[in-house]
């Protein structure tokens, strides 16, 4: 059937539709959700149904098509195109099988996440394959050919370097910014560390909102081989690239069900450290009250599960369980995270000792790793090798800034201070970071929370403990009255 293009104007973000008039759609018995194969000369793709009840939306005669459709055809308005009726993806087949609790095959799951990156599946069907890896679990064998999969769909960073190193942090603590501090240590000691770090989905900063302050992450992948080949390392944004791009599109389903099966965890992180072609991963999982784990048990339960999944993927993986019990560092939002990794990098009497601690804890068990002495990680920051080298890393990346007195906080700020004389007995990861976010990190840089006291520090009345930075009065209106409902913080 021969139908004229209508341009809709609007974009969906990835599934390709196409919209028919209801007598159209009736006329070859089509229905919302089936799939029509749309054709422009030598050009075609599949798109997904969508019915109009109205001659206004789209005439008889016609077919609306998203941008995405558009582009697939290189269509513009008022084009003529043949449709017709197109079978649905094998891979539904393959979903309802896992929704029933059996096992799939590697080539069944190998076919369903090309669907996904190739915005075969809709909405809806990539949420049942979620939903049925969750409620259902995934086996080990599952989970490696899933990790497999999510690599094989994207682009891979080849680089002719043995050993390769990558770590990962599993989240929940607010201002922890190791990996800017352990790339240019590792690197400077002469190990490999392609670095593709996330923007941020629920915190007030990922590790590329906060390195974007200081220099470019949005490169291409033949622009990282070079920075690698010729400074050891990079500390980039993954998303700016097609490494494991079948992990970005199932986040984007998981995170409004607030959903995470341990198969998906697994393969998510790993794909990603397959995807620049790691063989040597730490995996720093971070334990305690408002952490995204909460217990010891739990904590060891991943670590050998991270243990298993590598083994079979081929990495060498260790893990380290850590505190993660409240903030790491003084900054918290982009601005002031990246002011505190220089000042961790410069040796500054002023920075933060648990940041310090903590990256130097993560290096030398990398460094273990690579064969090396644990003392290397300390020699390589305290003679100023490791700030040497974020230094190059940054000017490679394009430079933005690599001083900490020209990183300025937002203009607007209000300081919360002790109710009572006391020792802080709790600070809230999940309320610290609301409460960054809503005062508008990390869109806005300089928005977030600086603190001033940690975990058992003595406050006397009226001492200030953090204050909140915005860039315009409303957001800190917004976070001061949030601040007044979870201030997130113990005084006993």
């Not at 970005?248 to 995170?255: A, G, S």
């Not at 010891?296 to 990495?315: P, T, W, Y």
Request: charged share 30%; aromatic share 4%; hydrophobic share 40%.
């Amino acid at each position: 059937m021969k139908l004229v293009v209508k341009d809709m104007d609007i974009a969906t973000g990835g599934i390709l539709i196409a919209i028919l008039n209801e007598v159209d759609a009736e006329k070859f018995d089509l229905h919302h959700e089936d799939r029509i194969r749309v054709k422009k000369g030598s050009r075609e793709t599949v798109a997904v149904v969508d019915i109009a009840e109205s001659e206004k939306a789209v005439p008889i005669g016609k077919v609306g098509l998203f941008e995405e459709s558009l582009d697939a055809l290189r269509a513009v308005d008022k084009d003529i195109v043949d449709i017709k009726m197109e079978k649905k993806p094998e891979s539904v087949k393959f979903i309802k099988k896992k929704l029933e609790g059996k096992e799939l095959t590697s080539p069944e799951i190998l076919t369903i996440v090309e669907d996904i990156v190739k915005n075969k599946l809709t909405a809806i069907e990539t949420t049942y394959f979620i939903s049925a890896s969750y409620t259902k679990g995934l086996s080990e064998k599952e989970t490696i050919a899933l990790t497999k999969a999510m690599i094989e769909t994207g682009d891979v960073l080849k680089l002719e370097r043995y050993p390769i190193f990558d770590k990962h942090c599993i989240g929940g603590v607010a201002g922890n910014r190791t990996t800017m501090v352990v790339v240019p240590i590792l690197a400077a000691a002469g190990l490999t560390i392609p670095k593709t770090s996330s923007r941020s989905i629920t915190s007030p900063a990922g590790t590329a909102d906060t390195m974007e302050v200081l220099a470019d992450v949005s490169l291409p992948l033949s622009k990282i081989k070079k920075i690698v080949e010729k400074t050891n390392g990079c500390i980039v944004w993954g998303g700016a690239v097609n490494l494991a791009p079948a992990d970005d599109k199932i986040i984007k389903v998981e995170n409004p069900l607030s959903i995470d099966s341990e198969g998906n965890l697994l393969a998510s992180i790993l794909a990603k450290k397959g995807s620049v072609s790691s063989t040597h991963v730490l995996i720093d999982i971070p334990i305690g009250r408002g952490a995204k784990i909460r217990s010891k048990k739990e904590a060891l339960h991943l670590k050998r599960e991270f243990e298993k999944i590598g083994k079979g993927l081929g990495m060498k993986i260790r893990t380290v369980i850590t505190d993660g019990s409240q903030p790491i560092g003084n900054g918290i939002g982009p601005v002031l995270e990246a002011k505190d990794v220089l000042l961790v990098l410069m040796n500054s009497p002023s920075a933060p000792q648990d940041l310090r601690k903590k990256c130097l804890r993560l290096a030398e068990e990398m460094l273990v790793m690579a064969g090396k002495s644990r003392k290397i990680a300390s020699e390589m920051l305290d003679s100023g090798k490791a700030y040497e080298k974020m230094v190059e890393i940054i000017k490679a990346q394009g430079e933005k800034c690599i001083l900490p007195a020209l990183l300025k906080p937002g203009k607007c700020k209000y300081d919360f201070t002790a109710a009572k004389a006391g020792r802080i007995s709790r600070i809230d990861n999940i309320s610290i970071s609301k409460i960054a976010r809503i005062a508008g990190a990390p869109i806005d840089k300089g928005a977030g929370i600086y603190l001033y006291k940690h975990k058992d520090d003595r406050v006397a009345k009226g001492e200030k403990i953090f204050t909140i930075y915005a860039e315009n009065q409303q957001k800190l209106k917004f976070a001061v009255e949030i601040l007044k409902e979870i201030d997130g913080i113990d005084v006993k």
